[in-house]
C-alpha cells in the first residue's frame, strides 16, 4: 500500500517536444507529492511538488497534474530541452507517527532529450 | 541560506572493513535528518531517519548503524562491510514536523560507496 508505481523507466524525446512522467500510488493517506529531478553522480534536487487539493500545477515549462480519484499524477515537460536529461523520480509522503516526513519514491525515469 | 554537505564523495572499501560517513547541515536548527541509500536503476530506500539529538530510528533491518552526535551531523556506520552494501548513499534534511515547510526533503550530494 506503500508502493509508488512510476512509468515508463526511461523516455527519449526530441528537443521541444513534451516529455510525459506518470505515477500511480495505493495509499490515500499520502498528503504531498513532489517530483525530483536528478543528474548523474548528484544528488536528487526537488523540482515540483503538489498537494492533493490541487489538480494541476505549473512552475515554468514544468506541470504537475494530480487526478485524486484515480490515485494518478504525472510530470509534464514542455519545450523539453537537452538540459532537461536526467533522472526523474516522483515521490508521495505521509507525516508519520514519529513526527517526520515519510517519503515513498517511484523507481525512477531516465529521460534524454535529443537534438 | 542552508546547505548540506557529505563526505567522502566516493569511497572503495574492503569486504569486512568499518565504515563512517558523515553529513553536516548549515543554516537551519533541529532539522529531522535522514539516510537513503539508492541502488542502481532504484529508487530511493530509507534506512534512517532521526527527529533530534540522540534520536535514531531505522527502516530496515541491515548491517549499517546511524548516529547523530550534534544537532546538524549525521553519521553513517558499519562494523563490517558486505559486498551488498555498495551502493550510492544520500543524506536529507527537513524542516522539524509541524512547520509549513516540513515535508520538502533537501538532499546532500551523496557518496558512492564501492565494497570490493
Known amino acids: 500500500q506503500q508502493q509508488v508505481k512510476q512509468s515508463p523507466q526511461s523516455l527519449i524525446v526530441q528537443k521541444g517536444g513534451i516529455s510525459i512522467i506518470n505515477c500511480a500510488y495505493e495509499?490515500?493517506?499520502?498528503?504531498?507529492f513532489p517530483w525530483y529531478q536528478q543528474f548523474p553522480g548528484k544528488g536528487p534536487a526537488l523540482l515540483i511538488a503538489i498537494r492533493p487539493d490541487v489538480s494541476e500545477k505549473k512552475e515554468g515549462r514544468f506541470t504537475i497534474s494530480f487526478n485524486k480519484s484515480a490515485k494518478q499524477f504525472s510530470l509534464h515537460i514542455m519545450d523539453s530541452q537537452p538540459g532537461d536529461s536526467a533522472t526523474y523520480f516522483c515521490?508521495?509522503?505521509?507525516?508519520?507517527?514519529?513526527?517526520?516526513?515519510?517519503?515513498?519514491f517511484g523507481t525512477g525515469t531516465k529521460l534524454q532529450v535529443i537534438p | 541560506s542552508q546547505t548540506i554537505h557529505q563526505w567522502p564523495a566516493t569511497l572503495v572499501q574492503p569486504v569486512g572493513s568499518p565504515l563512517s560517513l558523515e553529513c553536516t547541515v548549515e543554516g537551519t536548527s533541529n532539522p529531522n535528518l535522514y539516510w537513503y541509500r539508492q541502488a542502481a536503476g532504484r529508487g530511493l530506500q530509507l534506512l534512517f531517519y532521526s527527529v533530534g539529538i540522540g534520536q535514531i530510528s531505522s527502516e530496515v533491518p541491515q548491517n549499517l548503524s546511524a548516529s547523530r552526535p550534534q544537532d546538524r551531523q549525521f553519521i553513517l556506520s558499519s562494523k563490517k562491510l558486505l559486498l551488498s552494501d555498495s551502493g550510492f548513499y544520500l543524506c536529507a534534511w527537513s524542516n522539524p514536523s509541524g512547520d509549513l515547510n516540513g515535508d520538502e526533503q533537501f538532499f546532500g550530494p551523496g557518496t558512492r560507496l564501492t565494497v570490493l
Open positions: 515521490a508521495a509522503s505521509i507525516e508519520n507517527s514519529g513526527g517526520y516526513q515519510k517519503v515513498t
Open positions: 495509499n490515500t493517506a499520502f498528503d504531498y
